[in-house]
């Protein structure tokens, strides 16, 4: 019963490195969703994809690349890594529409960019 | 643009008294409303939405429209409602979150 996994839990990278978060959900989940938790911040969305091919910009696309090849995965690209993307990264699902709607989430990936 | 806002960074309650996790929202549209909440090395998890009207760990949030508001509430708070709770606003296909609140329940 996996859910939503997310790897890497733990990642340090240098300035202008780049990354992939990976993300993937096996509950044949239209929706997919980026987030990023910062202390006191609370929960920013970055980008979020309502099924396979299609990507939409959140509130804090900046910096990051996403793409929906398949429903069940949803990776999260940081090209040129900066400071201020160190932050925790949540990747959640959801099937919209139905009367129990909610957003899975995963266990976060905590990212430090020095 | 849709916002969510939690006045408060923490809250402390003693066991047994009321809590109140305050959560305001402008939307033009018919909002939709949840509470989350995050335990100590746990995953954010649903705690209840505004359509359900329903009551989870005894915990309650009524929709007041004309205040823009859905708040949070138990009448009688214990040790394990200690956690990190978000307000978060459904607009279209996105979900957005309040900054959310640290309820500390005191012993």
């Known amino acids: 019963n996996a859910g939503v996994t997310q790897t890497p839990k733990f990642r340090i990278l240098k300035i202008g490195q780049s990354m992939t978060l990976q993300c993937t959900q096996d509950m044949n989940h239209n929706y997919m969703y980026w987030y990023r938790q910062d202390p006191g911040m609370g929960l920013k969305l970055i980008y979020y994809?309502?099924?396979?091919?299609?990507?939409d910009k959140g509130e804090v696309p900046n910096g990051y690349n996403v793409s929906r090849s398949t429903t069940e995965d949803f990776p999260l690209r940081l090209e040129l890594a900066a400071p201020s993307q160190t932050s925790v990264y949540f990747c959640?699902?959801?099937?919209?529409?139905?009367?129990?709607?909610?957003?899975?989430f995963g266990s976060g990936t905590q990212l430090s960019v020095l | 643009a849709q916002r969510v806002t939690q006045p408060e960074k923490l809250l402390s309650v003693f066991k047994g008294a009321p809590v109140e996790l305050k959560c305001n929202y402008s939307y033009s549209g018919s909002p939709e409303l949840f509470w989350y909440v995050q335990y100590s090395r746990q995953r954010l998890q649903l705690l209840l939405r505004h359509i359900s009207r329903e009551s989870i760990k005894g915990f309650t949030a009524d929709l007041n429209k004309g205040e823009t508001s859905f708040h949070l509430k138990k009448p009688f708070a214990q040790e394990e409602d200690s956690a990190m709770y978000y307000c978060?606003?459904?607009?279209?296909?996105?979900?957005?979150f309040g900054k959310g609140t640290r309820l500390h329940i005191l012993p």
């Open positions: 978060a606003l459904r607009r279209d296909d996105k979900i957005i």
């Open positions: 959640a699902s959801s099937y919209p529409g139905v009367t129990n709607e909610k957003l899975f």
């Open positions: 994809s309502v099924g396979a091919g299609i990507t």
